[in-house]
């Protein structure tokens, strides 16, 4: 019972909002909130480039078994250009003068889903790899100070005045930052590239390609899987010259290498027994092999390993 009664008698006690301790865990509450807003606004936003990002790789899969449409892959650098000028500008934006890899985690979703449909139209259009500075100079913008940056920039000067009974009147937002109102030139803001999610984004792209591959061969188009097959081959040399890559690395080289066996057995299939299968039934043939190969090929490379 005294302690209740000593807890009770605590907490009726006020807290002097003038004092410098309560001041500094104000200042640390403020910086928090505003890290955990800009992280929800990042994750917002890495989501729908995930959403157009998906939409512009399902419009150039319907390039599968044809020449190159000019009007599908116009229509598709279009979404492309768009993901750029808007969500990804925001996310430019809202990471300037931040540490990028502080929000890493909050953007690399959506960074990795547009790689890949960035890599998947080079590909389509030139039959090249995208590089790393291609990718990057499209993620460089000219852009003014934006609203976010306002209030972010205005959170820091925030003070507290009293009126004139001493009573506080609470915090105050500047409508425009300082820098905008001295400088109204355009600045150089980016999404920061990092060559890990490049390499991430350019694994998943094995598995677009696996599926143009054997969609190819129900359109007649016999050339094209030993094509991709090539470039999957000389994916795959580049990715296992890696040193000590990350787990996720090594999750999708895993990914990547079943990607290219279901190739090469697509284009084994058809140079072996091509000539004898008609046209029409060589995507059931090849759909129905073995499902297995990947995963035995990976249990005995273990095997070896131990």
Do not use: W
Not at 249 to 274: D, H, M, W
Request: proline content about 4%; glycine content about 6%; aromatic content about 6%.
């Amino acid at each position: 019972m005294p302690a209740q009664r000593k807890r009770k008698a605590e907490a009726s006690t006020t807290v002097d909002e003038n004092c410098p301790t309560v001041a500094m865990f104000r200042q640390y509450q403020l910086e928090l909130d505003t890290k955990h807003d800009k992280h929800e606004r990042l994750v917002k936003l890495s989501r729908d480039v995930t959403i157009e990002s998906k939409r512009t790789i399902f419009l150039l899969q319907r390039l599968i078994g044809s020449s190159p449409d000019i009007k599908i892959l116009e229509e598709a650098l279009e979404k492309l250009k768009a993901i750029e000028n808007t969500k990804l500008l925001s996310i430019a934006k809202e990471l300037d003068q931040e540490d990028p890899y502080k929000f890493l985690r909050a953007y690399s979703p959506g960074l990795q889903e547009y790689i890949e449909a960035v890599s998947f139209y080079h590909y389509l259009k030139n039959k090249k790899l995208v590089t790393l500075e291609e990718v990057q100079k499209d993620l460089t913008f000219k852009s003014t100070c934006s609203s976010v940056d306002n209030i972010d920039n205005g959170l820091s000067q925030l003070t507290t005045q009293k009126n004139e009974d001493g009573n506080s009147e609470g915090t105050k937002i500047p409508d425009i930052c300082n820098e905008c109102e001295m400088d109204k030139e355009l600045r150089e803001v980016q999404v920061h590239v990092p060559p890990t999610e490049y390499f991430l984004g350019l694994a998943d792209l094995t598995g677009e390609l696996m599926r143009l591959a054997v969609g190819s061969v129900g359109k007649g188009d016999l050339d094209t899987p030993f094509q991709v097959r090539d470039f999957l081959q000389l994916m795959q040399s580049g990715f296992v010259s890696f040193g000590n890559c990350g787990r996720e690395i090594g999750r999708k080289l895993s990914t990547l290498r079943q990607s290219l066996q279901k190739v090469e057995t697509a284009c084994y299939t058809l140079q072996v027994r091509g000539s004898e299968i008609p046209k029409h039934m060589l995507v059931d043939v090849l759909s129905s092999g073995p499902s297995d190969y990947g995963s035995n090929f990976d249990n005995d490379m273990a095997a070896n390993d131990d």
